[in-house]
């Protein structure tokens, strides 16, 4: 009988689990950790913040600044811009393209580092100007998102 209840006990625990993070022996940790949207009352990843460089950056001709871009994003969405930063981290070969961050020195608020994807390799420090499309409110889940993202990002000269 003992081992009936036991049995019972672990396959209802089982069943009721709602996915890696939950269940009663899971302790928070910093990458988990999450905030609720009183908006919408969901919850989200809480991501790691870039900090913000100490950076000067001259502006190609044609490039837009990274505060001009976050202080007006909805007019630069579906568009192709360029813009030109120090490059400030890369993470590879992440859902088969590159993420870089860059900032310009700009900001608009708390905003001051743009993400691109990329095709293309691009080191910390790297001085660079990507040309590429601008997606507003990219969620690609798992915490992920995205208020303005630089889409198939490519370094020009």
Request: glycine share 8%.
């Amino acid at each position: 009988m003992n081992k009936l209840i036991a049995f019972l006990f672990i396959a209802i625990t089982i069943v009721s689990c709602k996915g890696p993070g939950s269940g009663p022996l899971v302790k928070e940790s910093f990458e988990d950790k999450k905030e609720n949207n009183p908006m919408t009352g969901q919850q989200h990843q809480v991501k790691p913040v870039i900090p913000k460089a100490d950076i000067k950056i001259i502006p190609c001709e044609s490039c837009t600044t990274i505060e001009k871009l976050m202080a007006d994003k909805k007019s630069f969405s579906g568009k192709t811009i360029k813009v030109k930063g120090v490059v400030t981290r890369v993470n590879e070969e992440i859902m088969g393209k590159n993420w870089v961050h860059i900032q310009d020195g700009t900001r608009a608020g708390e905003e001051y580092d743009l993400t691109i994807t990329t095709l293309q390799s691009a080191k910390i420090g790297d001085t660079v100007t990507f040309e590429g499309k601008i997606s507003l409110d990219k969620d690609f889940g798992y915490g992920y998102f995205y208020n303005v993202l630089m889409e198939e990002g490519a370094i020009v000269k």
